[in-house]
């Protein structure tokens, strides 16, 4: 689904997403990616939602989100919340979805200055 652009493009904005990945800003990836509004978008190590580590989460809680945004790929899913302590001891939510909704999410809450994070999870180990 392509979107349309908004007066926030000097953040890093969801632009056009799909199943097997997204673009940010217009540039395409297609692996598991961790975004925030001023920073660019970085590589983020879970290859699928049952490889998530707390010290994904660590990663993220570095970054001082106000909220988390998790994409856990085509369909939701719920992360443990042993996983997400990092966050939750800070008083950091953690929003599940699947990674259309996270996306849609994501330049609703980056629109109005939140300091959010967006994690996607991209599986590919599915792929015919």
Known sequence: MKLHTTPTQHYQTVTAYDKDGVEINAIRFE?????????????WPPVSFEALTIDDFKQIDAAMPEVVILGTGERQR???????APLTSRRVG??????QAACRTY?????EGRKVALALIF?????A
């Open 31 to 43: 692996y598991s990616l961790l975004v925030m509004p001023e920073t660019a978008p970085v590589s």
């Open 123 to 127: 599986d590919h180990s599915m792929a």
């Open 94 to 99: 953690v929003e599940c979805m699947d990674n």
């Open 107 to 111: 330049n609703i809450l980056m629109a």
């Open 78 to 84: 719920f992360v443990h919340p042993k996983l997400t």
